[in-house]
């Protein structure tokens, strides 16, 4: 075993924890991380996944007082957010990885895009809810669309909060923090549904795994008692710069 780069991967899960719970985006930090000290592509995703299940808990878990506000709309989502987690764990195990390969550098730079309109978003997400549209929930649309989402959470994951927060918008009247607790609850499942999948695929380094997990739940808990007092934004636009570079790093590989 050597220690040096589960010291280094153990780092990056602790930057990844730290600035998940400030502004997001800590997959663009471990995932190449771990391509680095070696791993291929697929068991770098799936090592990371399971490795972050912890930070998805930990948010949940600060918001457990509010879920009743939307537990009838969860158990609406559960099914296909559980289905949809599992469909994209599977797309990913069948993945030979000269295609997966081919498309990292293609999902690195749709997350860091996604991580960088994540206040946009936001913005629009409150917009709709102001304008008190009179229209019903369309409940058909927003089931596919939660379906769709969360195939892509279990395939990769990165910048899945911002997809479902922007699904949310655009199908249900509520308040920004309702949808917002929803979202943590669906990407939970997602992320969880894609990891137990994972358990029984022989493909996670548990070492790695469990070590980052330590790292990442540190690093939450270490970054939540600096919420108040760091800006989100610098943090963010730093992970946006990294996602970019990596995405361009791997693109150039490729061709």
């Known amino acids: 075993m050597d220690f040096t780069s589960l010291g280094i991967a153990f780092i990056a899960a602790f930057l990844a924890g730290f600035t998940n719970s400030i502004a997001g985006g800590g997959t663009l930090i471990t995932f190449p991380v771990l391509v680095a000290l070696g ?38 989502l559960l099914p296909v957010s ?33 991580l960088a309109v994540q206040n946009p978003v936001k913005k629009w997400v409150a917009l709709q809810i102001s304008q008190k549209r009179q229209l019903k929930p369309y409940y058909t649309g927003l089931i596919i669309a939660v379906f769709i989402s969360a195939i892509y959470g279990g395939y990769f994951g990165a910048g899945l909060g911002v997809i479902l927060l922007a699904t949310l918008g655009i199908f249900l009247k509520d308040q920004l923090t309702h949808l917002n607790i929803l979202k943590q609850a669906i990407s939970l499942i997602v992320n969880v549904t894609a990891a137990i999948y994972f358990i029984f695929s022989g493909q996670i380094n548990w070492a790695f795994a469990l070590t980052m997990a330590m790292g990442t739940l540190l690093g939450g808990y270490t970054g939540g008692h600096f919420t108040s007092k760091l800006n989100p934004e610098v943090f963010k636009w730093i992970v946006v710069i990294i996602g970019s570079c990596v995405g361009i790093i791997y693109l150039i590989k490729i061709f």
């Open 82 to 114: 559980i289905i949809g987690g599992m469909i994209g764990g599977y797309l990913l195990l069948n993945s030979d990885e000269k295609s997966f390969n081919l498309l990292v550098p293609f999902l690195i730079l749709i997350a860091t895009v996604l």
């Open 39 to 76: 791993f291929p592509p697929i068991t770098a995703n799936i090592t990371n996944t399971v490795a972050l299940c912890p930070g998805h808990f930990g948010g949940v878990y600060a918001q457990r007082h509010m879920f009743q506000l939307q537990k009838k709309m969860l158990f609406r």
